[in-house]
């Protein structure tokens, strides 16, 4: 029998698993988990802009540990991960065998595809060992973690360097995660004809101020972690938390943070858009 054929066979045949309904409920699964969190880190922050924070951080963490303590809060916390994990399939379904759409199978869209798998990979390993009782884990401040990590790296040789790259790296991705969403590139992943007309403005403000405001943050935390490169002080650097607060610091005061809040509010109804729309 000819090897090349079964070798065919195989890869159609992984092909039709990676594209099957499974895996889509999987994509679909994640992103209401993926609102589920944005929605409650644009909660915690808000409630920081207020001062009425609770002790809460406004991170992924402080999501995860803010659904700990709700009734059935263990299950919830099993399922969010079931469908992270989902999520982190369906991204690598795409990494091996392209995204959908006529340029899905371009190398940079396959990688930025693995990327996010081991990224959502590694967040539901994290809400999942929460759920199973180590809470240590996924409920972590982002802020120490990010103070940890930093420090650690600039005492490598060259450690200034590889964290002024990173934070410009984590700078660019922000701006150009702000400039999609602004110019609605999100637009061709969604199936935007089944919408009604209001349905669609919904999702078009969302998708706009909510991708614009979650641009902004990565890009503003990019900014500290070059700031802490610049002056060798690994306190520079903040997680999400700490980022958000930092909001409060301007001529603005705690309405910037609000503005920003809700913004990350938004982005997560975007994702439960995306979770019943998304070409998967």
């Known amino acids: 029998m000819n090897t ?147 420090a650690k790296a600039l005492e490598w040789t060259g450690g200034q360097w590889i964290v002024g790259i990173a934070g410009a790296v984590v700078v660019g991705a922000g701006l150009w995660i702000a400039f999609r969403a602004v110019t609605r590139k999100y637009r061709k992943h969604l199936k935007m004809s089944e919408m009604t007309r209001k349905v669609r403005r919904a999702v078009d403000f969302s998708g706009m101020f909510g991708g614009a405001v979650r641009g902004i943050v990565f890009a503003t935390a990019g900014g500290f972690a070059v700031a802490a490169a610049v002056r060798h002080e690994p306190g520079r650097a903040k997680g999400m938390d700490d980022t958000l607060r930092s909001f409060t610091e301007t001529p603005a005061g705690p309405w910037l943070l609000a503005l920003i809040a809700l913004g990350l509010a938004a982005f997560g109804a975007f994702s439960w858009a995306n979770a019943r729309w998304r070409k998967v």
């Open 4 to 150: 090349n054929a079964l070798s065919a066979d195989g890869r159609r045949t992984a092909r039709r698993a990676a594209n099957s309904k499974a895996v889509a409920a999987g994509a679909r699964a994640g992103f209401v988990a993926r609102g589920v969190i944005y929605l409650l880190v644009g909660l915690l922050a808000l409630r920081i802009a207020f001062s009425d924070s609770g002790g809460k951080q406004a991170d992924r963490g402080g999501a995860i540990a803010e659904i700990a303590e709700k009734p059935f809060g263990s299950v919830l916390l099993w399922a969010l991960g079931a469908a992270l994990a989902g999520m982190a399939l369906w991204r690598l379904s795409e990494a091996l065998f392209g995204l959908a759409g006529p340029d899905g199978d371009k190398p940079g869209k396959r990688a930025m595809a693995a990327a996010r798998f081991l990224f959502y990979g590694f967040v539901s390993y994290s809400v999942l060992s929460y759920a199973a009782g180590d809470q240590g884990s996924g409920s972590g401040s982002s802020d120490r973690q990010t103070d940890d990590v930093t």
